[in-house]
């Protein structure tokens, strides 16, 4: 549809489950693929594969996916990131390689690699997965503490290195965050069963509904495993207290997303407020829509420049029809049983804070109300300070466990840590994360056996 | 199709085209010729028509053509691929020749394909010969020193069509060439643009693969003729095709397909203010000229677009003649 | 060993196209114009009988005709055309390229006259814008004639010392039209005596890439057009000997011209095409009354072959040139070649034009011609059948 | 008779300063002739063109043989163009270059060399063009026509000149005509007629595409070509695929580096590169990592 028929009368919200990129089929993929120029040479690498942060040799698959072999696009794809299938779908593509790619600069659109990879990666799990090669056991034990993406990659990972890995989720089944919190518009079908069954297959054993939730609990690891891998995200949203949090359509983000993955659609009602200025509040406001609000409104405190959802989220989120109220400070909900309104007040930015960001200053007297029967908190999680706290000699900065970038050691050197709980926003910022922990962790090891 | 790699493979292996002739600093048809022999995978055999490309890439004894090159005169390219062509069907038949593909490629310019070249083009695709007229237009005789052709646009200055204080350039409509090589009925025609490279490596192959003629219209560059930098040739052209002046589209077996589609189409003047042939549309009393440009273009653009089907990839329809979209 | 002379009763049009069909060409463009539309119209139902593998192409245009002609040849197919008059006019620029190019084909052309007014009929002005063309040109007296040329055209143009087309010319309608009895050689004979066509760099050789029609500044032009002409002065001596060859395949003798009643002759007439026949006639009826006339009949006008035509034209004092055909402000044509091979010799030469546009040349129009040329002081050029 | 011959590239005003110059001398009562030498160049190829002037009138009709001076507008063309060709005995060529008269006397030996940087000049007279400089330079050291003539006549052949583009041209002119011509000359078999070489000629001007000569056209840049910072390239090959002299140069569908010999220099590889790894430097330097430019090493092909 040509942008300039797509008028708020001609606007179109696909439906609930409706993926907003849907799969491709073989004739489509062989000719997005044809459009790749196949860059990267003896010289510098493709600009798509070091915009990658799990660095996937992106012009290797495509060209396999136009020459007719998805599968050994797969093993490309996997090579790189054993959750190559889930990135596939919630990578900010825009951004990293596809925003990187080379047609840019001819004024077309780029190639559509989020697609292509998992067009490829469906492919293979479709077939029955090929592990990974798995080198000879080394006889050496690590524990990954959490199942979600970046504990998942660094089993696999350790794995492929031949150690005897045991991941601990507490959930009961796999995936963290990138299964519970992720909008079902970016991903429909979770590719993470099947990519927990390759890791199984490479020889990564599960703890499934093991919460390590005692001090005593982490002792005994410490003691079986030879180090520890710490991948053990975020915890709830950011406690933010607001006068009327006990009305009913007031929601968590995450709460909020994990009750319409596991198929009970909260029921919005009619306005929709979402407050916060992040990823995941462009997730819920689109998912609001889809849930058959008529008038979404993001609240954020200061403007559209400061916003860390990435810009073309906020674009895609405006052009579904998202309306967007800057400088607004939400200060209480109000309603007798049902949420019937948002008191806010505006705000004027200050001063540069810690952040780097100009503080929002309310403004006194300027309080208005936005009506709302549903509101969303989206304003961040925060760290799982009470576990870290267990950890001897761990370091915590921002509510973020502190490491080496390089090598994801703690302050305790048998613990690595990796994802979000040692910063990161996305699923491949988790893969890579989880790469350098394993890469660090095996370098340490060895280090200690040679010694 | 073939990727920008197998190209380059293709003219590692198999020199069709090179450097060491003489057109232009920044010339655009030279895009024309090695993206369409690179692109087309069978032998191939050319024939130019008197222009700027014949004169300035076999000044005698030098060649830039590795490939078997035929250049009889200005108007009748296309009355000699057909000798070309049913030679090689009379001589395959009598196993005089190896039994092998061949390709027959015409490259001529805008006069010699849309003025002076029409009545054999005409002849030449109403018989069916199979092979591939290319024509590289650049809007006017460039050879002969920048006059205006049947392809030079409304409005635009020329030596022969001068704006001058009591006059606006050209008074006359561009001749759409490619909607008369439609009209033949025949099995491929299609337009598309040095700038999209790939679009017009496609569509190379593609007509190359027809069992009848094939006409390409490229739009070309000329930074003499139009009034710009030489390093600005292919934006410039690009600009044509993102204002929508010059729609990619083409005409399979009959069924329109839309090409590209512009995000976000410019407004002409992005274009027309790039080149010196378009300067004095600026000025206030010719303003009415370049509405009236617009309105043209704008008119071109709809027609095709009614008739092109956009809503379906076209290769899921015809999926044995697969191609890229841009 | 000579064939028995079977004859068959055809137009020269139809006889033209039986050695077409004899020869097989690959490739025969073609575009229909009176008076040649009989040997296309022939050949094309021939092929359609399936007794030539021939690929005709129907072009637009005679330009597009020899540009075919050309390209196909070129590419290293056999290629015959035919056209005439306005055809060749159209063609003209086309058929300077293919002689540059040395792209051999044969064409024959029915002899017409040029608009305007629009004529359809006799006269040779078409073949003479074609004559510095490059261009072998030979023109038949009768339609046996313009059987045996074609035969030999393919042979000339394609020898080696040549690589040249070839155009052989019969007059329209008198012979094209004309059905007169023709000695045909059989296929086999035919396809034994034009062989295979080879060229040396034929287009179509795509391991063996050639440029063909290249742009020339003037440091090579000039070379380039000399070869032309040293092509050209090598056709006398290669047409000797395929004549020779062919005497001996069909029992018939030809040569660059004919002489007839020539040895003593105290008057003679140079003609080419079919007022040949009529001056024969002519001559034998004034021997009877004794008078000392001969005939030099001119089958090749180009190249022009002036030594021999001084030669045999030496002893004869008075000699008349026929021509059919006009140089507009100058001397007609065939007249100012004679001249030029005559210069200094003693011979009083007469310029005649006559039968332009299809106006009869009699018999008796020739006689007085042979009467006047002795008793008259030389002048302008005279115009037989004009009316005044 | 004077006689005067112009070399320069295609787009650089040979050809217009030669009617200029002839234009002046017309005004001052002399008969004169200018005329160029047309070929399939576009431009920036090599052109030449003819000034002539006397007191009486001029019947001859061909190219100039034996000139009395040679003005060479673009240095590059020494080593393309024997300039120095029939000069006349006492013939000078004044030549547009920033390099010493001494210097380019070593590559033109046996002649009187002329120099002035007339690009240079015309940039402080304000202009870009240094053909009138020479212009002005050449009609300096012939003592004719006079600078006012040639002003004049600049005036009347460029009519459509803004006021300040003429008076900046004029500013241009004067400062040739008064320029201190830097001179040399070097022992050398001086200036000789190149004999025209035999060529054996195939029937039909065939030309055979495997041994046909493909002629350097790299002389058509203006002193800038294009350089790589390989660390910065991604072998898109876009730059191949725009490039109208096919002076990319790839091997196993990799680039490797400029086809010098035939690169115009017309900037479309810049254009073309998505990550700025290609640029325009000066003739005889090298981009090496970091954008470090360097002095070329070694001749041939190179990134």
């Known amino acids: 549809m040509p942008e300039n028929l797509t008028g708020p009368t001609l606007r179109r919200i696909p439906g609930l489950f409706e993926e907003v990129k849907p799969p491709l089929g073989d004739l489509e993929a062989v000719v997005e693929a044809e459009r790749c120029l196949r860059c990267g040479g003896p010289y510098a690498s493709a600009p798509c594969l070091r915009a990658c942060p799990a660095e996937v040799d992106v012009p290797a698959f495509v060209g396999a996916i136009a020459e007719g072999d998805p599968g050994r696009a797969a093993a490309v794809i996997l090579e790189a990131n054993l959750l190559g299938g889930t990135c596939a779908r919630v990578c900010p593509t825009e951004i990293l390689c596809e925003g990187s790619c080379v047609l840019h600069h001819e004024g077309r659109r780029p190639v559509d690699i989020g697609r292509l990879q998992r067009y490829a990666t469906d492919f293979a799990f479709g077939l029955g997965l090929k592990p990974r090669k798995v080198a000879r056991p080394n006889g050496l034990r690590v524990a990954v503490i959490g199942g979600g993406p970046a504990g998942l990659a660094a089993s696999g990972e350790l794995a492929a290195l031949g150690y005897d890995v045991t991941v601990f989720e507490a959930r009961r089944e796999p995936g963290g965050l990138a299964r519970f919190a992720i909008a079902p518009y970016r991903q429909n079908v979770e590719p993470i069963p099947q990519e927990v069954e390759l890791l199984h297959r490479m020889g990564v054993h599960f703890r499934f509904g093991k919460p390590i939730d005692t001090p005593e609990k982490l002792r005994d690891l410490e003691a079986h495993f030879d180090a520890v891998v710490l991948a053990v995200g975020l915890g709830q949203d950011v406690e933010v207290k607001y006068e009327g949090d006990e009305l009913e359509g007031v929601w968590d983000s995450l709460v909020f997303i994990e009750a319409l993955k596991t198929g009970q659609p909260p029921k919005v009602g009619e306005r929709v407020a979402v407050i916060g200025g992040g990823n995941t509040a462009m997730d819920v406001a689109r998912e609001a829509l889809r849930l058959g609000a008529t008038e979404v409104t993001v609240l954020y405190r200061r403007t559209e420049a400061e916003m860390p959802a990435f810009p073309h989220e906020v674009a895609e989120a405006r052009q579904e029809g998202v309306h967007f109220q800057w400088l607004t400070l939400p200060i209480r909900f109000l309603g007798r049983y049902r949420l019937e309104a948002v008191e806010c007040q505006y705000v004027r930015l200050g001063e540069p804070d810690a952040s780097g960001r100009r503080r929002p200053e309310p403004v006194s007297g300027t309080e208005f109300r936005v009506p709302a029967d549903t509101v969303i908190k989206a304003i961040g999680q925060r760290p799982r300070q009470e576990f870290l706290a267990w950890v001897e000699g761990l370091k915590l900065s921002g509510g973020k466990v502190e490491v080496d970038p390089a090598t994801g050691q703690t302050g305790n050197p048998r613990y690595f840590a990796a994802g979000d709980a040692a910063g990161g926003a996305t699923v491949v910022q988790a893969v890579q994360s989880a790469k350098a922990a394993v890469r660090g962790l095996d370098a340490y090891l060895r280090q200690g056996v040679g010694a | ?326 | 060993m000579l064939e028995a002379p079977a004859l068959s009763l055809l137009t020269g049009g139809e006889a033209v196209a039986v050695a077409v069909r004899q020869i097989d060409p690959d490739v025969f463009p073609v575009y229909p114009i009176t008076p040649q539309t009989p040997i296309i119209q022939s050949f094309a139902q021939m092929v359609a009988d399936g007794q030539a593998r021939t690929e005709i192409i129907n072009v637009e245009s005679e330009h597009s005709a020899m540009s075919a002609a050309a390209a196909a040849a070129l590419a290293g197919a056999r290629t015959l055309t035919a056209t005439s008059s306005q055809g060749l006019a159209l063609m003209v620029e086309v058929v300077y390229i293919a002689a540059s190019l040395r792209a051999p084909v044969v064409m024959a052309v029915g002899n017409r006259a040029l608009s305007g007014p629009i004529n359809i009929h006799a006269d040779h002005s078409d073949a003479m814008l074609a004559r510095d063309t490059g261009w072998v040109q030979l023109f038949a007296e009768n339609a046996q004639e313009a059987y045996d040329l074609m035969l030999l055209a393919p042979r000339l143009a394609e020898h080696p010392e040549v690589r040249l087309p070839v155009m052989v010319g019969l007059d329209g309608f008198t012979i094209t039209h004309s059905a007169e009895p023709v000695a045909l050689l059989g296929d086999a004979k035919v396809q034994a005596w034009v062989g295979e066509y080879r060229h040396p760099y034929p287009l179509l050789d795509t391991a063996n890439p050639v440029t063909v029609g290249p742009f020339a500044m003037p440091d090579s032009y000039f070379e380039l057009r000399y070869q032309l002409q040293e092509a050209l002065e090598r056709v006398p001596g290669v047409l000797e000997a395929l004549c020779r060859g062919y005497a001996r395949l069909s029992g018939r003798e030809y040569a660059a011209f004919e002489s007839y009643r020539l040895e003593d002759a105290e008057r003679a007439l140079v003609v080419m095409g079919s007022a040949a026949g009529t001056a024969k006639e002519a001559i034998d009826r004034l021997r009877e009354q004794g008078e000392k006339v001969g005939l030099l009949k001119l089958r090749l006008f180009r190249p022009f072959p002036a030594q021999a035509l001084r030669e045999a034209l030496a002893h004869v004092p008075h000699v008349a040139v026929l021509d059919r055909a006009l140089s507009l402000g100058s001397f007609p044509p065939l007249y100012a070649e004679v001249c030029a091979a005559l210069y200094g010799s003693p011979t009083r030469l007469q310029s005649y034009a006559g039968g332009l546009g299809g106006r009869e040349i009699y018999t008796e129009d020739l006689m007085r011609l042979f009467g006047e040329l002795a008793e008259l002081p030389a002048g302008p050029t005279r115009y037989v059948g004009l009316r005044r | 008779m004077r006689e005067i011959r112009w070399h320069g590239r295609g787009g650089q005003g040979a050809k217009s300063m030669s009617q200029v110059l002839a234009e002046a001398w017309l005004r001052q009562g002399r008969w004169v002739q200018a005329f160029p030498e047309y070929g399939p160049e576009r431009s920036g190829a090599p052109v030449t063109a003819y000034t002539r002037a006397d007191a009486r009138p001029i019947r001859i009709h061909h190219a100039v043989r034996n000139p009395d001076a040679v003005v060479v507008l673009d240095p590059s063309l020494l080593g393309e163009v024997p300039v120095t060709a029939g000069l006349r005995p006492g013939g000078f060529v004044l030549v547009n270059s920033p390099e010493s008269a001494s210097s380019l006397a070593e590559r033109l030996p046996g002649v009187r060399v002329l120099r002035v940087d007339g690009s240079a000049l015309a940039r402080t007279a304000g202009g870009n063009y240094a053909n009138v400089v020479l212009l002005g330079a050449v009609a300096g050291v012939l003592g004719e026509p006079a600078l006012e003539a040639l002003q004049q006549a600049f005036a009347a052949t460029f009519a459509k000149l803004s006021p300040e583009a003429v008076a900046v041209n004029f500013k241009a002119l004067e400062a040739g005509y008064r320029a201190a011509l830097e001179e040399a000359e070097r022992p050398g078999p001086g200036a000789v007629q190149a004999a025209p070489t035999p060529r054996e000629d195939l029937p039909g001007a065939v030309v055979l595409a495997q041994d046909a000569p493909h002629p350097r056209t790299g002389g058509w840049r203006t002193g800038l070509k294009p350089a790589v910072r390989l660390e910065a390239c991604v072998n898109c090959l876009l730059c191949w695929v725009y490039c109208p002299d096919a002076a990319i140069l790839t091997e196993n569908q990799a680039f490797v580096g400029f086809d010098y010999q035939h690169c115009k220099g017309c900037e479309l590889c810049v254009k073309a590169c998505p990550t700025a790894a290609i640029e325009m430097v000066p003739e005889g330097l090298e981009l090496v990592g970091q954008g470090q430019l360097t002095p070329r090493t070694q001749g041939g092909r190179h990134a």
Request: aromatic fraction near 10%; glycine fraction near 8%; charged fraction near 20%.
């Open chain 2, 1 to 326: 199709m073939p990727s920008l790699k197998t190209l380059a493979h293709n003219a590692e292996t198999d020199v069709r085209f090179t450097g060491g002739h003489s057109l232009c600093r920044g010339c655009g048809a030279p895009t024309v010729v090695r993206t369409v022999l690179n692109s087309i995978p069978t032998p191939v055999v050319v024939v130019n028509a008197t222009g700027c490309l014949e004169v300035a890439t076999t000044r005698y004894p030098t060649t830039a053509w590795g490939v078997p090159w035929l250049h009889l005169a200005f108007e009748n390219a296309a009355a000699a691929a057909s000798g070309l062509e049913t030679a090689y069907r009379a001589l395959r038949k009598r196993g005089a020749i190896p039994d092998e593909p061949l390709t027959f490629v015409v490259f001529g310019g805008d006069g010699g394909t849309y003025d002076i070249g029409l009545q054999a083009l005409s002849g030449a695709l109403e018989r069916g010969h199979r092979f591939l007229y290319v024509c590289y237009d650049n809007e006017g005789y460039m050879n002969t020193g920048i006059q205006r052709s049947g392809a030079t646009p409304f409005a635009a200055a020329t030596t022969t069509s001068p704006s001058g204080r009591r006059d606006y350039g050209k008074h006359q409509t561009r001749k759409d060439i490619t909607a008369i090589a439609i009209a033949h009925h025949i099995p491929y025609v299609a337009q598309a643009a040095i700038s999209h490279w790939q679009d017009l490596s496609d569509k190379a192959v593609r007509a190359s693969q027809q069992q009848g003629p094939a006409f390409l219209n490229v739009l070309s560059g000329c930074a003499l003729g139009w009034g710009h930098p030489p390093a600005d040739t292919i934006e410039v052209v690009r600009l044509a095709v993102e204002t929508r002046y010059w729609p990619l589209y083409e005409v399979v077996q009959g069924h329109y397909w839309l090409n590209h589609r512009p995000e976000r189409p410019l407004p002409l003047e992005e274009w027309l203010s790039r080149q010196d042939r378009f300067k004095h549309l600026f000025a206030s009393e010719n303003r009415e000229h370049l509405t009236e440009l617009q309105a043209l273009v704008d008119a071109e653009w709809t027609q095709v677009e009614a008739r092109a089907v956009v809503d379906a990839p076209w290769f899921e329809a015809r999926p044995e003649m697969r191609g890229g979209r841009v």
